[in-house]
């Protein structure tokens, strides 16, 4: 089974830290993406990659940026993080989309900035 | 401005009634279309997908989708539904301009099944 691998469910981060969400997957997928969901607004893309050390905005990219140096790692960083960065953070991966669409989940990670 | 809308936030259905969820989306060229499902505490599960062809498409647990062009449309369908259908759908697009490589979520539906 394909496994998306979020380094943490849960966690607490002050105001102003730099804070650094990592996925990794196991499949040797090209695309990976990053998601912030929140009630009512759906998941809304931050950002995404289609090869190594490739990276796209998503819709909501500001306060974030990425980093894949290698295949199967896609890291999420809060420069400075804020409390509006509090939410559920959702990493997936997928072929491409030509060839395999299915898109596969990380359990994700619920991020609370104080 | 391009985007996919779900302009239910919340539907209401008795079980056993049919459902429609409807999915619209504003993009030049028709882009790959999608259906997903997210139960409470779950992750996301892909119900059904449309890329060509046949515009009316079947996926798991007995729903149906139809692509209609004419009205930029993705409608989700159940004959009847089960109170285990209570979750929240999302539909998704991957369009064409971007190499067929990005993957954007419309605002979900929330569906509440009645007894």
């Known amino acids: 089974d394909v496994k998306v691998t979020q380094s943490s469910r849960y966690l607490v981060k002050r105001t102003g830290e730099k804070v650094f969400l990592e996925c990794v997957q196991d499949?040797?997928?090209?695309?990976m993406f990053w998601y912030r969901q929140d009630p009512g607004l759906g998941l809304r893309l931050i950002y995404f990659?289609?090869?190594?050390?490739?990276?796209e905005k998503g819709d909501i990219p500001e306060g974030y940026s990425v980093s894949r140096e290698k295949k199967e790692r896609f890291s999420l960083i809060l420069e400075s993080a804020s409390t509006n960065q509090t939410s559920m953070y959702l990493c997936?991966?997928?072929?491409?989309?030509?060839?395999?669409?299915?898109?596969?989940f990380g359990s994700g990670t619920q991020l609370s900035v104080l | 401005a391009q985007s996919v809308t779900q302009p239910d936030i919340h539907i209401t259905v008795s079980e056993g009634a049919s459902l429609e969820l409807r999915c619209n989306y504003s993009?030049?060229?028709?882009?790959?279309l999608f259906w997903y499902v997210q139960s409470p505490g779950q992750g996301l599960q892909l119900l059904l997908k449309?890329?060509?062809?046949?515009?009316l498409v079947q996926g798991i647990k007995g729903f149906e989708a139809e692509f209609k062009r004419s009205q930029s449309s993705f409608n989700l369908r159940k004959p009847s539904v089960h109170w285990s259908d209570a979750a929240e759908y999302f539909c998704?697009?991957?369009?064409?301009?971007?190499?067929?490589?990005?993957?954007?979520f419309g605002t979900g539906t929330r569906l509440l099944v009645s007894p």
């Open positions: 449309y890329f060509s062809g046949d515009t």
């Open positions: 990659s289609y090869d190594v050390k490739m990276k």
């Open positions: 993009y030049g060229a028709t882009p790959y």
């Open positions: 499949m040797d997928h090209e695309n």
């Open positions: 997936a991966s997928s072929k491409k989309f030509a060839t395999n669409e299915k898109l596969f």
């Open positions: 998704a697009v991957v369009p064409r301009n971007t190499g067929f490589q990005k993957l954007v």
